[in-house]
C-alpha cells in the first residue's frame, strides 16, 4: 500500500498522507530494532483507512510494542505520558527540577520571592555556577494546545519584577540571571521570537531543537512512573499522590510498591522495567 493513498488526522485536526519513514522514525528513537519495525509497520498499513487519526495509529504500535518488547513500549509512550501526570502541573514541575539536577544545578520546587512590586510564586528556582533562575512550568493537558506571545510576555514581566529585587538585595550570594518558561506542548513562532528578543530560555517538548523535554528524558533516563507498562492507571496515581514521579524514585523507596498492596510477583515485574529503562 502506498503512503499516499492514506490521509492521516494529526493530533491538530489537519490532515497529512500518511508516510512510513514518519513511523519508522518514531520506533527507532525508541530503540525497537529493525526487524521489530519492518513488523509493525507493515501490521499498520494493513489496518489503515483514509482519515485515520495519528493517535489510533499510536496505539496500534504501541499495543505491539507492548506484546513484543516492553521496554522500548515505554520510551515510545513517554509523549503520552507526560500529559498523564496531569491534571495538576505540580508533578511536570517535579520533573523539571530532577532534570535540572541532573544538569548540574541545585534546585527548589514552588519558591515564593518577592519583586520590586508584589510576591510571586516561582515554579522552581535554580541555581548554578553563581546564577539563580526563575523557571515557570505550564503544563497542558490538550496535545494540541501551543503557549502563544501571551504567556512569555506575562512570564517575562514577572521576572523583571522579581530580579529587580533580587539584585538589589546584599543578602543575595547569586545573581538572578534569566527566567525559563518551560511547557510540556509547543510554543508559536511569535512567542520564540519574543523570548528570543528579550532572553527568555524556552524549553518545550521539541524545543530547543535536538534538545527539548524528550532527548534530555532519555539521555538521563528521567522517566516518569506514568511510562510504565506494568502498572495500571490507578496505581500510577496513587504513586503520584505520594510524590513519586520518577521510576528512579522507585527503586530508591521498594517499599512504596508493597504499600498499594501489589503482590510481590507484580512488584519484580514493575522493578525489572524499571531497572531496565534506567540502565538503557
Given at each position: 500500500?502506498?503512503?499516499?493513498?492514506?490521509?492521516?488526522?494529526?493530533?491538530?485536526?489537519?490532515?497529512?498522507?500518511f508516510?512510513?519513514?514518519?513511523?519508522?522514525?518514531?520506533?527507532?528513537?525508541?530503540?525497537?530494532?529493525?526487524?521489530e519495525i519492518?513488523t509493525?509497520?507493515?501490521?499498520?498499513?494493513?489496518?489503515?483507512?483514509?482519515?485515520?487519526?495519528?493517535?489510533?495509529?499510536?496505539?496500534?504500535?504501541f499495543?505491539?510494542?507492548?506484546k513484543?518488547?516492553?521496554?522500548?513500549?515505554?520510551?515510545?509512550?513517554?509523549?503520552?505520558?507526560?500529559?498523564?501526570?496531569g491534571?495538576?502541573?505540580?508533578?511536570?514541575?517535579?520533573?523539571?527540577?530532577?532534570l535540572?539536577r541532573?544538569?548540574?544545578?541545585?534546585?527548589?520546587?514552588?519558591?515564593?520571592?518577592?519583586?520590586?512590586?508584589?510576591?510571586?510564586?516561582?515554579?522552581?528556582?535554580?541555581?548554578?555556577?553563581?546564577?539563580?533562575?526563575?523557571?515557570?512550568?505550564?503544563?497542558?493537558?490538550?496535545?494540541?494546545?501551543a503557549?502563544?506571545?501571551?504567556?512569555?510576555?506575562?512570564?517575562?514581566s514577572?521576572?523583571i519584577?522579581?530580579?529587580?529585587?533580587?539584585n538589589k538585595?546584599?543578602?543575595?550570594?547569586?545573581?538572578?540571571?534569566?527566567?525559563?518558561?518551560?511547557?510540556?506542548?509547543?510554543?508559536?513562532?511569535?512567542?520564540?521570537?519574543?523570548?528570543?528578543?528579550v532572553?527568555?530560555?524556552?524549553?518545550?517538548?521539541?524545543?530547543?531543537k535536538d534538545?527539548?523535554?524528550?532527548?534530555?528524558?532519555?539521555?538521563?533516563g528521567?522517566?516518569?512512573?506514568?511510562?510504565?507498562?506494568?502498572?495500571?492507571k490507578?496505581?500510577?496515581?496513587?504513586?503520584?499522590?505520594?510524590?513519586?514521579?520518577?521510576?528512579?524514585?522507585?527503586?530508591?523507596?521498594?517499599?512504596?510498591?508493597?504499600?498499594?498492596?501489589?503482590?510481590?510477583?507484580?512488584?519484580?515485574?514493575?522493578?525489572?522495567?524499571?531497572?531496565?529503562?534506567?540502565?538503557?
Amino acid at each position: 500500500m502506498s503512503d499516499k493513498k492514506v490521509v492521516v488526522k494529526k493530533s491538530s485536526g489537519d490532515f497529512e498522507p500518511f508516510s512510513t519513514q514518519k513511523l519508522k522514525k518514531s520506533l527507532q528513537i525508541s530503540g525497537v530494532t529493525n526487524e521489530e519495525i519492518d513488523t509493525i509497520v507493515e501490521y499498520i498499513k494493513l489496518q489503515l483507512y483514509d482519515g485515520i487519526s495519528s493517535k489510533e495509529i499510536h496505539e496500534k504500535a504501541f499495543f505491539l510494542l507492548k506484546k513484543s518488547n516492553r521496554i522500548c513500549a515505554s520510551k515510545y509512550s513517554l509523549k503520552r505520558a507526560i500529559f498523564d501526570l496531569g491534571p495538576t502541573g505540580y508533578p511536570f514541575e517535579r520533573l523539571i527540577s530532577a532534570l535540572l539536577r541532573h544538569k548540574g544545578y541545585k534546585t527548589k520546587v514552588g519558591v515564593i520571592l518577592q519583586g520590586e512590586c508584589v510576591a510571586h510564586e516561582i515554579d522552581v528556582l535554580a541555581e548554578k555556577d553563581e546564577n539563580t533562575y526563575a523557571i515557570e512550568c505550564k503544563f497542558h493537558s490538550n496535545p494540541n494546545y501551543a503557549c502563544n506571545v501571551k504567556i512569555p510576555l506575562y512570564i517575562n514581566s514577572r521576572f523583571i519584577d522579581v530580579q529587580k529585587q533580587w539584585n538589589k538585595n546584599s543578602e543575595k550570594t547569586t545573581y538572578l540571571k534569566q527566567g525559563w518558561l518551560v511547557t510540556n506542548t509547543r510554543f508559536t513562532e511569535d512567542a520564540i521570537n519574543y523570548a528570543k528578543c528579550v532572553g527568555l530560555t524556552l524549553f518545550s517538548w521539541d524545543y530547543p531543537k535536538d534538545n527539548g523535554i524528550s532527548k534530555n528524558i532519555d539521555e538521563f533516563g528521567l522517566y516518569p512512573i506514568t511510562v510504565l507498562t506494568t502498572l495500571t492507571k490507578l496505581e500510577k496515581k496513587q504513586l503520584i499522590d505520594k510524590n513519586i514521579i520518577l521510576i528512579k524514585e522507585l527503586l530508591e523507596t521498594p517499599d512504596t510498591l508493597k504499600q498499594l498492596e501489589i503482590s510481590p510477583v507484580r512488584i519484580e515485574r514493575i522493578v525489572t522495567e524499571v531497572q531496565k529503562l534506567c540502565s538503557m
